[in-house]
């Protein structure tokens, strides 16, 4: 009887615990925000303010941190989707020779740690005279989402039948309308999927701006987040988590808006053809 409870609730309580590990982060971020003397430990807050939100909001400097953010990612994620579209339709469309090794080796680059590659990285930026750019920081950033933003835009347009596209031919569009007005609306889930994941990880990139941006005006706020752990002298953990909570708020908007495209992108592509 024990063991037949065990089978029936323990990934239930399993999921449970590990939702806990999620959620308990994101209670600190609330309860510590609205305390006019928050610890670093999760409470109730003994002296409900709003001065954490005020000093953060009326900061110009964070706005302008933001705003670095969203140039760099929106751009990232924009331009990743259209590379992505370009290298992977006729890598699903067209018989080549050695498709399937490169595909794999899309996906192994994709394990690159970047720590392993910021030395180099940062020395061809400095030699070249990039550095502090949000142009060429963007630029590396797609460079990093391209190998596996590709091989997921691959498997997205293999769930497309070719019939469709021939149809399209046989009515005389060539290449491009049929890519525009029959690939595209079909997998624009996928499409989804591929832009919240490059958005996702240039939002959240920390170690890339931090190595490649040296000045505070063009710093995103994944880097500009780290002047409440220097610039007071000591840990502002009210102001932290109000700021924390601010930057979490675009992903988490983002993620509902697209949660239908994203459901529906998921259920989309296959093997490696």
């Known amino acids: 009887m024990f063991r037949k409870h065990i089978r029936k609730y323990g990934s239930t309580l399993a999921l449970l615990f590990v939702a806990l590990l999620f959620i308990w982060p994101m209670l600190w971020l609330i309860f510590a925000s609205l305390d006019a003397h928050a610890p670093l430990t999760v409470r109730l807050p003994k002296e409900f303010t709003i001065d954490n939100y005020r000093a953060v909001l009326t900061n110009v400097s964070n706005y302008r941190s933001f705003l670095n953010s969203f140039l760099i990612s929106f751009s990232q994620a924009t331009l990743v989707v259209i590379l992505s579209l370009f290298a992977a339709y006729p890598l699903s469309r067209f018989d ?14 994709t394990g690159l740690p970047i720590t392993a590659i910021m030395v180099p990285v940062y020395m061809m930026f400095f030699n070249l005279n990039i550095t502090n750019s949000l142009i060429a920081t963007t630029l590396f950033l797609v460079a990093t989402a391209l ?25 005389g569009a060539n290449l491009v309308q049929t890519l525009r007005t029959i690939v595209l609306p079909v997998i624009l889930p996928g499409l989804s999927v591929v832009f919240i994941f490059a958005f996702s990880g240039s939002w959240g990139n920390f170690f890339v701006p931090f190595i490649l941006i040296n000045s505070m005006e063009k710093a995103p706020a994944s880097v500009a987040i780290y002047q409440f752990f220097g610039t007071y002298g000591q840990v502002q953990f009210g102001q932290l988590a109000a700021f924390s909570f601010l930057y979490t708020l675009p992903i988490a908007s983002l993620y509902l808006i697209s949660q239908k495209f994203m459901s529906n992108g998921f259920t989309l592509g296959g093997s490696i053809k």
């Open 147 to 171: 190998p596996y933003s590709i091989w997921m835009m691959k498997n997205f347009i293999d769930d497309v039948p070719i019939i469709l596209e021939e149809a399209a031919w046989i009515d």
């Open 96 to 109: 080549m020779k050695g498709k399937g090794k490169l595909m794999y080796i899309l996906l192994f680059l």
